[in-house]
């Protein structure tokens, strides 16, 4: 099975806070993404990732960026947490393509 | 603007109570469409992929189908472990020649014993 973990199930920051959110997957997956998952808007693409080393905007980028140095790790960093950024962030990952995504349990993040 | 629509917004069923859910769409170069179950707390877990009209898949009490426009997820003689909020995601092919992925709201499910 593919298994997708996320560094963290809850955290808390502080505004101004720089925030790094980490996700793994085991299974030699070439895509990667971060979303973010908020009650009434649904789930929204911040970015994505085609290799290691690339990147690409998705819907949602602004106050993001990502890394990727190696394959199974996709993170997610925060520059200067804003209290807007509250919300449950979602890692996913696929073999290829947008096809079936398989995704991390979550971040609940708290900016206060 | 491509646009996923999923209806209802939440439903109650009784234990045994059949019933569908709708997830309308309107995008240009439909590439797939995907049913998510999500689980309080928890990631989307993946259910389907339906890639043409008249396509039709089944796991245990779900049926998911799709037509031009929409698609249903059917769930016959729903049991309480089935309440969780239902994810319709549609991939497209944007004017630009990439692809993306929009994802409906959910309709969340509640089935009582």
């Known amino acids: 099975d593919v298994k997708v973990t996320q560094s963290s199930r809850y955290l808390v920051k502080r505004t101004g806070e720089k925030v790094f959110l980490e996700c793994v997957q085991d299974?030699?997956?070439?895509?990667m993404f971060w979303y973010r998952q908020d009650p009434g808007l649904g789930l929204r693409l911040i970015y994505f990732?085609?290799?290691?080393?690339?990147?690409e905007k998705g819907d949602i980028p602004e106050g993001y960026s990502v890394s990727r140095e190696k394959k199974e790790r996709f993170s997610l960093i925060l520059e200067s947490a804003s209290t807007n950024q509250t919300s449950m962030y979602l890692c996913?990952?696929?073999?290829?393509?947008?096809?079936?995504?398989?995704f991390g349990p979550g971040t609940r993040l708290t900016v206060t | 603007e491509d646009q996923v629509t999923q209806s209802p917004e939440a439903l109650r069923l009784q234990e045994g109570e059949s019933s569908s859910l709708n997830c309308s769409y309107t995008?240009?170069?439909?590439?797939?469409l995907f049913w998510y179950r999500q689980d309080p707390g928890k990631g989307p877990e993946f259910l389907f992929t339906?890639?043409?009209a008249g396509e039709e898949k089944e796991k245990e009490r779900l049926k998911a189908t799709l037509t031009k426009k929409e698609s249903f997820l059917h769930i016959t003689a729903p049991k309480p472990e089935d309440s969780a909020t239902y994810l319709c995601?549609?991939?497209?092919?944007?004017?630009?020649?990439?692809?993306?992925?929009?994802f409906g709201k959910g309709t969340k499910l509640t089935v009582n014993p």
């Open positions: 990732s085609y290799d290691v080393k690339m990147k």
């Open positions: 299974m030699d997956h070439e895509n």
């Open positions: 996913a990952s696929t073999p290829g393509g947008w096809y079936e995504q398989y």
């Open positions: 995601a549609v991939q497209a092919t944007t004017q630009g020649g990439s692809e993306k992925l929009v």
């Open positions: 995008v240009s170069g439909l590439r797939g």
């Open positions: 339906l890639y043409s």
